[in-house]
């Protein structure tokens, strides 16, 4: 059971950057994957924008216009797309993997840092 976090680097303020988080190892359905980041110093509770299995998506304000998620099943794949990236966006991003019910399960992948200079 794994996620793969990829996509992170630096990058200037005003730039774009694309992240992955692919799974392995357990069913990629029914579900909820969220990135999270969590900035220098900070801790990891905030949420940038998550995805459900059916497609539905939500971002939090701070990134709305900016950030963008989606997936591919077939690859088990979310993606999530940064653009006009700013100072502040500057975190390590993680994404989660969440199903509830009887085939519940919780899955982090490490993280992929992003970093944007000014």
């Known amino acids: 059971v794994q996620l793969q976090a990829s996509g992170g680097g630096l990058v200037q303020a005003g730039g774009s950057l694309k992240l992955s988080c692919e799974g392995s190892g357990f069913i990629w359905d029914d579900y909820v994957v969220g990135w999270f980041r969590q900035a220098p110093e900070k801790v990891r509770d905030r949420i940038s924008c998550v995805i459900s299995s059916d497609g539905d998506t939500h971002c939090e304000d701070s990134v709305k216009g900016r950030f963008a998620i989606s997936r591919d099943n077939a690859k088990k794949t979310v993606y999530l797309k940064m653009a006009n990236l700013k100072p502040e966006d500057t975190a390590v991003y993680y994404c989660?993997?969440?199903?509830?019910?009887?085939?519940?399960?919780?899955?982090w992948g490490k993280g992929t840092e992003v970093t944007v200079s000014s």
């Open positions: 989660n993997f969440k199903r509830w019910g009887a085939y519940a399960i919780d899955v």
